[in-house]
């Protein structure tokens, strides 16, 4: 997986976005978060989602996003063809990026909008699969490497966790992930460093 990574990087001459989404719940939500950066750390898109649907408590429990911070925001629907353009032809590096996938789906579905594959027009790597990999936790029962959160890949790297479950923070997270693995922006002497001191942005 790393080395799928690696190429992948390689053949988008070192080019790629980070995204992430914050979403009303893990099995039939819809996105109320998105953020996008690149891999300079620059912001592109950093924005609350109007929601189909009122936000669950326990979604809000999670990452504090309530009804009435997305109330003015866009819908998917004003948003999701701009998002589709912007990443189209671009490597894409997504923690868990099925999910991710699944929700922009489950968004369009809300707003009866038609089906976008998503594979078709960008390229997808998933952060959490190279780095269960990466982190070589092997289960014998599932017979693959264990998946581990974004927090936890986070803290292995020698760094600290920051804003986790915003998604900008998670984005900013698993940039510094996958640096990591491709041998970049090393903690130095197995100090913890502060994500904050690596932000570009808002």
Request: hydrophobic letters at 40%; aromatic letters at 12%; one cysteine or more.
């Amino acid at each position: 997986m790393l080395e799928e990574l690696k190429a992948a990087v390689e053949q988008h001459e070192g080019k790629f976005f980070i995204l992430d989404t914050e979403t009303t719940g893990l099995h039939d939500g819809e996105i109320c978060q998105i953020a996008i950066i690149d891999e300079t750390r620059k912001v592109w898109f950093n924005n609350f989602v109007k929601t189909k649907d009122s936000i669950p408590g326990d979604a809000t429990l999670i990452h504090g996003i309530t009804d009435a911070m997305v109330a003015e925001a866009p819908t998917w629907y004003d948003i999701a063809e701009t998002i589709q353009n912007f990443l189209k032809g671009h490597l894409v590096i997504i923690y868990n990026a099925v999910y991710d996938r699944k929700m922009m789906h489950k968004s369009a579905e809300r707003w009866d909008m038609p089906r976008y594959d998503w594979k078709e027009y960008s390229t997808f790597i998933c952060a959490m699969e190279v780095f269960a990999e990466y982190c070589g936790d092997w289960s014998d029962y599932h017979q693959s490497y264990k998946w581990k959160t974004l927090s936890f890949a986070t803290t292995y790297c020698g760094y600290s966790v920051l804003d986790a479950h915003h998604a900008l923070g998670d984005c900013q997270m698993t940039l510094t992930v996958v640096n990591h693995m491709l041998g970049k922006e090393q903690p130095q002497n197995n100090d913890a460093i502060n994500l904050s001191d690596l932000f570009i942005g808002d």
